[in-house]
């Protein structure tokens, strides 16, 4: 049975990867596209209840599909018949591309994102006790929708960057240097990134934030970074 070759596992690795990568970014769309602007018309009652209530249920899938699907990748790449020959040719270097995005997704959603709507969630139970709001609740919740948007914003080249490599990228080797594109990419995700965990300035509104203001803004910049991110692939490979 060809399920059980080389594969046949390669081929169970995508498929996991297509479920949990669903799983995941499906419920990262619902939270920026649905439930923040919905939140912000709610009652403050209406809120507090949906966020004891269905919050903790969504950011369970979330965060475990986020889980499943860095290890179902990590699964495709240990499937390959050569994995130096893999990350050596343009395909490897669209698949890196969407793995450096993915991995620091990935690390928002359980360094930054998991622990503010931890404070969250912890408050609007002391809120439905009959007690008072958490000061630092607000805070987190900022903190957890920059970073939020900024998977977003990822999310869009990464799809592009994921799927190229087996269905766009040459195959052949390259003997191209690939330093001076990694470079410009680490520096450019970089800065995004640092603009999500508030080092450059913070995390209140201001100029350099204002993409993460509205999802419509971050839709907009994550394809501006998707074709920056191409046309430097097309330059360099
Ligand atoms: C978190 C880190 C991630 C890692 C390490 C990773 C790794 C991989 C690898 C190794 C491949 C195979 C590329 C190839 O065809 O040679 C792949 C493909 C793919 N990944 Fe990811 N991935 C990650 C995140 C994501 C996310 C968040 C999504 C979004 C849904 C995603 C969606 C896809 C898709 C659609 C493909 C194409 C599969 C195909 O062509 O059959 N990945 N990924």
Known sequence: MEIFTRTGAEMLGRWGHYLTGITWIGLLYYFNFVQVPSFAQFEAPGRTEAIRKLVPRALWWFRWGALMTLLTGIWIILAQPDIGDYFDS?????????????????????????????????????????????PAAAPAGRRALLASRTNTLFSIPLLFFMGAASHFAPVFDTESNQAPYWIIVVVLVGLLELNALGRLGGYGPGPIRKYMDSHRDTIIVGFVLWAVLYVLWELFF
Request: glycine content about 14%; hydrophobic content about 55%.
């Open 90 to 134: 343009p395909r490897g270097v669209a698949i890196s591309t969407g793995i450096l995005l993915g991995v620091i997704m990935f690390t928002n959603v359980w360094a930054v994102i998991w622990p503010a709507q931890k404070t969250v969630i912890a408050s609007a139970e002391r809120v439905a006790g009959g007690g008072e709001a958490d």
